[in-house]
């Protein structure tokens, strides 16, 4: 069994975990099986009975009302490599108004591709298939791709990448900010309408799964390690760990690691954000599955905790994510002979369990407690459309005491004309305008001295809210 650890000292002090009694009556009930290769499951966000099991040769398939049904086909262009291919999706808040949604998998050069497709009725085309970001290179090795995707509770798009391979993160990149691997990526809409990715967080070495809590919005990231530790790490809402470092290579989980990133020099363990849980290899595991916190019916105590296995071990456990250490416990259940892959989630919050993603069929399971129904609760609302404001001024330097002219405009623009935008100076808010008929307003702000300005746009019965970046204006010198 797997020894919990919370936030371990330096010195590397494995603290005993006090167990817990497992979730009563819980239980994996079969949704279907001779998946091939069965890797990720989600469903439509507008109904939890529309379930997608992601296929890792390339292949999605929907499981409505217990029939199969091919619904998408990406053979062609997915290449599995070692722990490439199809590796997980996820559908648009808007999917059942726009059929959009997002992929992540390695093609034959060890490319990983974000990409988008659209669904027409029970089926996505492959000549719907484009990329949302330029392929990111993955060259040198065949492991390490991370490969989740999950939308953020602020509505953009997350995605997880791995150290590039190899051991020792040889290729130098998790603590690289240039690099988009080793990192938890942020995807947005630009106003031009198309994606634009930034490093969210970095200093991973493979978080092949993470996950929101539907209720908190906290971000939770397994990362699998390397020969010594497996950890859960932790980014409470709204930060959700933005510019956090999770340490990789210079740590590994709550001990030193390798340290041979260049960065390591510079960097001391209070520049880290240390893991909230891990787990010495000395147990036996190999490579943690992150999962999700548990929000669904019918689950008992269960619910409130974090579902998690290990890829070697096969076993689900849990914990309460405010106190790991002291509540990590087995919840009884396990896949048996066939390997543990990943964990899903419907949009109603019940729990899966994928198994079987190596060569070969495999069954998929949802985790069942006391029978229970969807409440309408649960299930999010239909999904707005993402959103976009820009912010710019006529001069980025005027005369101190004289008024510049700031300018906002808000895409996509159907829809929202007469809508309200805002100017803020930090916390104080300037004025209210309301959009014209192309979607822009003009403010007027006196400059005193130098000062940051930001507009936001609420959120209308179609469309999110949005806020722009930071607008910096400079009064001019006086010379004498």
């Keep these: 069994m797997i020894r919990a650890v919370g936030r371990l000292a330096l010195a590397g002090l494995l603290l005993v975990c006090l167990w817990a009694p497992a979730a009563k009556g819980a239980s994996l009930q079969p949704i279907g099986s001779g998946f091939e ?20 040769e390339g292949t999605i398939t929907l499981l409505e009302n217990g029939a199969l049904k091919p619904f998408a086909d990406l053979r062609s262009v997915v290449s599995e490599g070692d722990e490439g291919g199809l590796l997980s999706i996820a559908l648009s808040p808007s999917f059942d108004l726009t059929g959009q949604f997002f992929l992540d998998y390695t093609d034959g050069a060890g490319q990983i591709h974000v990409a988008e497709m659209t669904a027409s009725g029970n089926s996505a085309p492959l000549s719907s298939l484009r990329d949302a970001i330029p392929p990111i290179p993955h060259p040198e090795d065949t492991n390490h791709y991370g490969g989740q995707l999950q939308f953020g509770p602020e509505g953009a798009l997350f995605v997880s990448t791995g150290d590039g391979g190899g051991s020792n993160d040889e290729h130098h990149n998790s ?3 240039n690099s988009l691997l080793g990192k938890i990526l942020r995807i947005t809409r630009t106003g031009s309408g198309e994606y634009a ?4 967080s970095l200093g991973l070495r493979n978080p092949f799964r993470f ?32 510019g956090g470092n999770y340490g990789w290579n210079c740590m590994e989980g709550g001990i030193p690691g390798p340290a041979t990133d260049p960065q390591c020099a ?9 893991p909230i849980f891990e787990y010495s290899h000395s147990e036996g595991g190999c490579a943690i599955i992150g999962g999700y916190v548990a929000r669904g019916p019918g689950l008992g105590d269960l619910y ?6 290990d890829l070697c071990l096969g076993e689900l456990r849990s914990f309460v994510p405010a106190d790991p250490a002291a509540t990590d416990r087995s919840e009884g259940l396990s896949v048996g002979p066939e390997k543990l892959d990943s964990f899903g989630e419907d949009s109603c919050g019940r729990l899966y369990v994928a198994a079987g993603a190596g060569p070969g069929t495999g069954p998929v399971y949802r985790i069942e407690g006391e029978p229970s129904s969807c409440p309408t609760s649960l299930v999010p609302p239909p999904a707005l459309q993402p959103s976009f404001v820009g912010i710019r001024a006529a001069k980025r330097r005027v005369k101190r005491h004289r008024r510049d002219v700031i300018s906002a405009w ?44 930001r507009v936001t746009v609420k959120a209308n019965a179609a469309y999110d809210a949005a806020i722009s970046r930071k607008l910096t204006i400079r009064p001019l010198r006086r010379h004498r």
């Design 37 to 56: 290769q069965p890797i990720y499951v989600t469903s439509d966000p507008g109904n939890p009975e529309r379930l997608f099991v992601v296929e890792r």
């Design 175 to 177: 603590q690289n900010p």
């Design 197 to 200: 990715v930034s490093v969210w």
């Design 211 to 242: 996950s929101f809590d539907r209720l908190t919005g906290a971000m939770v990231i397994g990362d699998v390690g390397q020969s010594a530790r497996e950890e859960v790490d932790y980014a409470a809402a709204p930060g959700l760990g933005q």
């Design 266 to 274: 510079s960097l001391s363990a209070e520049d880290f954000t240390p």
């Design 304 to 309: 409130g905790r974090y579902l998690y296995g």
């Design 410 to 453: 808000v895409a996509p623009c159907e829809g929202r004309r007469g809508d309200p935008v805002t100017l803020w100076h930090g916390r104080q808010q300037l004025g209210t305008r309301h959009l014209d008929r192309v979607c822009s307003a003009r403010f007027r702000p006196k400059i005193n001295r130098r000062s940051s300005f």
